[in-house]
């Protein structure tokens, strides 16, 4: 399983960005889909998370301006982001909960993409 991560660059505050990461490989499922971000110097956390049935979950510092959505057809999740601010720079990792089929039974894997660099000029 590869999940694929793409869109970033470079954007004046204000501005808008759509972040899109695509699964590939055997795939049984996807259950939730989500983002991460990790400025330079800290840990890796939660922006956004989507569940396969549409259920979205938001850092405080994000809602209102960011939107999860994903297209379970395409396996593909996105990350509209609107009013952007010099503080949401950073690394941005897809991570997707993937089932696949095993030998015998259904295995979980926490997959991550390779992330793609967010960079908010003041």
């Known amino acids: 399983v590869q999940l694929q991560a793409s869109g970033g660059g470079l954007v004046q505050a204000g501005g808008s960005l759509r972040l899109s990461c695509a699964a590939s490989?055997?795939?049984?499922?996807?259950?939730?889909m989500g983002w991460y971000r990790q400025a330079p110097g800290k840990q890796r956390e939660l922006v956004a998370v989507?569940?396969?049935?549409?259920?979205?979950n938001y850092a405080d510092r994000v809602k209102g301006r960011f939107t999860i959505s994903r297209d379970s057809r395409r396996n593909t999740v996105y990350l509209q982001m609107n009013g952007l601010k010099p503080e949401d720079t950073g690394v941005y990792y897809c991570?997707?909960?993937?089932?696949?089929?095993?030998?015998?039974?259904?295995?979980?894997?926490?997959?991550w993409g390779q992330g793609t660099l967010v960079t908010v000029s003041s």
């Open positions: 991570n997707a909960e993937v089932i696949v089929a095993g030998p015998v039974t259904l295995i979980a894997k926490d997959s």
């Open positions: 490989g055997s795939i049984f499922r996807i259950d939730d």
């Open positions: 989507i569940s396969s049935g549409g259920i979205t």
